[in-house]
């Protein structure tokens, strides 16, 4: 392990107490994740995620709270590193413009990197459908909450 992977997501719901969800595909590696992704040197955790929503989702967004940060070991999926995510609840500055899917993986086109959305509802969100390990976590405390508040 020769370094750490800093990484920021944000959890967006709306309305109807759905969660936003990104499927992904990269190079035959299929992946189901919140939206966000690797820090840049010299960039903070809420410029970070502002751009990466902006990249992925052509939204900008406003921080609401922070979340969750990993508090346990994970090796990345993809190289040596050792990742620690951050997670934001956030909110949308105007409504999303994005093709939303029904189905996990519905990639419209072809090519090496594929990407999808999908709203899903955070009592119906299953666990096993989210790929990476602090996902996994993040996802079992978004709908324990979710109960708690009885929303």
Known sequence: MSYFNVRVYGLLINQNNEVLIS????????FSKFP??????????????KREFIEECNAEIDIIAHFYTTDF???????????ISVY??????????????????DFD???DILQAFR???????SID??????DKTVAQL???????NGK
């Open 129 to 134: 459908d989210i790929t990476f390990k602090t």
């Open 109 to 111: 086109g072809e090519g």
């Open 73 to 83: 070991f994970e090796k990345s999926a993809f190289n040596d590193s050792q990742v």
């Open 36 to 49: 966000g992704g690797g820090l840049e040197l010299g960039e903070g955790l809420i410029d970070g995620l």
């Open 88 to 105: 934001y609840l956030v909110k949308e500055k105007e409504p999303l413009k994005l093709s939303f899917k029904e189905k996990i993986y």
């Open 23 to 30: 499927d992904e595909e990269e190079y035959g590696f299929r």
């Open 142 to 148: 978004l709908k324990e909450q979710f109960i708690v």
């Open 119 to 125: 709203w899903v509802k955070i009592q119906d969100l």
